[in-house]
T-cell receptor, first 117, second 115 residues
């Protein structure tokens, strides 16, 4: 069975601080896919990034960066120079091999990020 | 952009009522999903569908059923609502079945309160 753990329930920072959201996953598959989604106060989840299990390259997109480490089963998300608009709930998710699960997405518990001005 | 529309943003029902939550997507997606979101528990999958009239149980299907008579519409049914089904319900869709690296598109959610 697959599992995603986001140990940080809530994080509070002041604007311009850097913040890292942790994600640890469990899976028996060798092929799997990891995602991050953002849920702003409006409620609609927004896709941020997707990463394949065989691609361990870190990725940077503007102020966002992701660190994927298979050795520790982690897929952490860092926001540099945080802004008030980054305040949201962030979810990490895992999808296993399509042959066994139809690509079911398992989500973590979510981390509530609050950025204060 | 894909649009996933849930019929109600807020819904209040009484214990024992039959409740229908409707979801419509406008991009001809094969996959559709129903999740519930509860504080501290994240999103949990209730049911999903990979084609018209096809459905699969998720992690917490008890007390729920689904219907997919047309490709664009996926309904979640609470046969006899109970207070422990008070939750935020999220619908999602995806372009291709069996392609897990395809992202899900989500609706805005329905906050259901069962009194």
């Amino acid at each position: 069975a697959q599992k995603v753990t986001q140990a940080q329930t809530e994080i509070s920072v002041v604007e311009k601080e850097d913040v890292t959201l942790d994600c640890v996953y469990e899976t028996r598959d060798t092929t799997y896919y990891l995602f991050w989604y953002k849920q702003p106060p409006s409620g609609e989840l927004v896709f941020l990034i997707r990463r394949n299990s065989f691609d361990e390259q870190n990725e940077i997109s503007g102020r966002y960066s992701w660190n994927f480490q298979k050795s520790t089963s982690s897929f952490n998300f860092t926001i540099t120079a945080s802004q008030v608009v980054d305040s949201a709930v962030y979810f990490c998710a895992l999808s296993e091999d399509p042959g066994t699960s139809y690509g079911k997405l398992t989500f973590g518990q979510g981390t509530i990020l609050t950025v204060h001005p | 952009d894909v649009k996933v529309t849930q019929s109600s943003r807020y819904l209040v029902k009484r214990t024992g009522e039959k409740v229908f939550l409707e979801c419509v997507q406008d991009m001809d997606h094969e996959n559709m999903f129903w999740y519930r979101q509860d504080p501290g528990l994240g999103l949990r999958l209730i049911y999903f569908s990979y084609d018209v009239k096809m459905k699969e149980k998720g992690d917490i299907p008890e007390g729920y059923s689904v219907s997919r008579e047309k490709k664009e519409r996926f309904s979640l049914i609470l046969e006899s609502a109970s207070t422990n089904q008070t939750s935020m319900y999220l619908c999602a869709s995806r372009r291709l079945r069996g392609v897990p690296n395809e992202k899900l598109f989500f609706g805005s959610g329905t906050q259901l309160s069962v009194l």
